[in-house]
């Protein structure tokens, strides 16, 4: 990685960067992308997503519905209502 390529990932990221550690970001930055690179060669065929590396499951609540449905309530409230729906001034022509 060049230095002009550092230069440009830190304004895209729009980072401050010191122009006396460029030449170190360029190396680091360049390890990281090799690192990438050998992830990407190698071959994962057959090896299952893992989402967790304890094999463990997730304990999930219940999809249930808990809040009551106070629409009505809400709605005698409101200024203005149709049909179930709130109405509000037009503020844009």
């Known amino acids: 990685m060049q230095a002009d ?16 550690a460029i030449a170190d970001y360029a190396r680091e930055l360049s390890a990281i992308l ?22 463990q499951v997730q304990r999930l609540r219940p999809d249930e519905v808990t809040a009551t449905d106070q629409r009505s309530l809400y709605q005698q409230q409101a200024p203005q209502t ?12």
């Open 34 to 55: 090799d690192l990438v690179a050998q992830m990407n060669r190698i071959d994962t065929t057959g090896i299952e997503p893992l989402a967790n590396p304890l094999d």
């Open 82 to 93: 149709e049909q179930g729906l709130y109405l509000v001034p037009k503020v844009i022509d």
């Open 5 to 20: 390529e550092v230069r440009h990932i830190a304004h895209l990221a729009r980072l401050a960067i010191d122009e006396t």
